[in-house]
């Protein structure tokens, strides 16, 4: 009994430590089962990787019937000789250089639309004159803007055109130097420390002098050209020279007049204002005050001469002189 029950252990121990020799479980499965079909030769490989659990897009592979049904690729030899050769006009236009002087630029039309002034004397190459004689500072310049708020109505070209109907060749400093020739009498700028003080200094009428599309002479008042926002009515104060002022930059001790970068002649308050109204007029963008009077003023890039004449001051115990004249066609001549 006891040699009995030894046999059957041994047995059993034998089949758990030799595995090998118990026969096997039918471990057969589907050959279709867990596995991708793989395509045939002449099947399009996309059909069979569309069938998989990946869910990755398939990339299509050509196969060997699309590369025989293709057109051969073009090489580097065919593609050159089927280029047509550029001819030597285009190449030569392309290579000339621009010169850029002669791009007829508002400023370049203006600069030689008119010829000098008869009897003025030249103070700058930026077509700027005085005539002492009748008392008259004369300055070339052209239409930047005819509708939009302003804060000006003449400025220096390259400055703030957006914003102003003139823009003239000349800087604001070279006008204020040829006011002075002339005897105009310099006042102070606007303040605004401790309370409000307008612009002060001898009142300047200023001239726009002009050929219309008839090539006829025209000359108008600037107060004309500028109303007051929503209204057609025209400016009715004189501008005042009010001088602006000299800053000296404590990096190169070098002197800079404030008004040539913009403030000439103004219709909003700037205490670097070369000209400015005598009266409150707000630099703030959505307070500004006056506006073209575009049904008059002609189009953007005519040539114009600005003619400022100062204003007589009254002598002690006389009355006001009368104001200028409007110039005669004299003062505007076109260049041949």
């Known amino acids: 009994m006891n040699t009995s029950k030894t046999l059957v252990g041994f047995l059993v121990f034998s089949l758990a430590a030799f595995p090998g020799c118990s026969k096997p479980a039918n471990t057969q499965t ?3 089962q867990n596995t991708a079909e793989i395509p045939s030769p002449t099947e399009s490989p996309s059909k069979s990787l569309a069938n998989t659990d990946d869910n990755t897009s398939p990339r299509m592979l050509p196969t060997a019937q699309s590369m025989t049904d293709s057109e051969p690729a073009e090489t580097d030899d065919q593609t050159a000789d089927s280029k047509e050769p550029e001819s030597n006009e285009e190449s030569s236009e392309s290579s000339e250089s621009i010169d850029l002087e002669e791009v007829e630029t508002p400023s370049v039309i203006a600069a030689k639309a008119f010829t000098a002034p008869s009897g003025a004397k030249s103070l700058s190459k930026r077509n700027l004159w005085i005539d002492r004689a009748a008392g008259r500072v004369y300055a070339d310049g052209y239409i930047a803007m005819n509708d939009g708020p302003l804060e000006m109505f003449a400025c220096p070209s390259g400055t703030k055109e957006h914003e102003t109907i003139i823009a003239t060749l000349a800087k604001a400093s070279e006008l204020h130097a040829g006011l002075l020739a002339i005897g105009a009498q310099v006042g102070t700028p606007v303040t605004y420390n401790p309370s409000f003080i307008p612009a002060t200094g001898q009142r300047i009428r200023v001239w726009v002098c002009y050929f219309d599309d008839d090539g006829k002479y025209q000359v108008v008042d600037a107060r004309d050209w500028i109303v007051r926002t929503g209204t057609t009515e025209t400016l009715k104060e004189d501008w005042v020279f009010a001088g602006s002022y000299v800053w000296t930059d404590p990096v190169d001790n070098r002197n ?73 066609e004299d003062v505007l001549q076109k260049q041949s």
């Open 256 to 328: 800079y007049y404030q008004g040539d970068v913009g403030d000439m002649i103004c219709v909003s308050n700037f205490t670097t204002a070369m000209m400015d109204i005598p009266v409150a007029s707000s630099a703030d963008t959505d307070q500004l005050q006056y506006s073209p009077n575009t049904a008059i003023i002609p189009n953007r890039g005519t040539a114009v001469r600005l003619i400022l004449e100062p204003i007589p001051l009254p002598a002690d115990g006389q009355e006001q002189p009368s104001a200028p004249e409007p110039p005669t």
């Open 30 to 32: 589907d050959s279709t």
